[in-house]
């Protein structure tokens, strides 16, 4: 079974950057694709970030420009740098790895607060 485990969120001041990672323990078989996923207070779960197992990347429109998806397939993590902040970004922050299979691996998320 695929662990995934979020680390590197925090406090930050609006411009400011951080830069996420998300490991995973164990082997990720038949890797479709890994996903950035944040949930804010009283809103739904909004999808971020895409990367391929082939490095394609697709960006939510809100993070595109500021925001970079990227891995290490020799760590087993993934990452998510984080660049002029904003308030609004303010949310748990979780890791998400798709199977061919359809299946899904969710991490537990780590907490971004974007505030002054």
């Known amino acids: 079974q695929v662990q995934l485990v979020e680390s590197g969120g925090g406090l930050v001041q609006p411009g400011g950057s951080l830069r996420l990672s998300c490991a995973a323990s164990?082997?990720?078989?038949?890797?479709?694709?890994m996903d950035w996923f944040r949930q804010a207070p009283g809103k739904a779960r909004e999808w971020v970030a895409t990367i391929t197992s082939g490095d394609s990347t697709n960006y939510a429109d809100s993070v595109k420009g500021r925001f970079t998806i990227s891995r290490d397939s020799a760590k087993n993590t993934l990452y998510l740098q984080m660049n002029s902040l904003k308030p609004e970004d303010t949310a748990v922050y979780s890791c998400?790895?798709?199977?061919?299979?359809?299946?899904?691996?969710w991490g537990q998320g780590t907490q971004v607060t974007v505030s002054s």
């Open positions: 998400n790895v798709r199977y061919y299979t359809g299946a899904t691996t």
């Open positions: 164990g082997s990720i078989f038949s890797f479709y694709a």
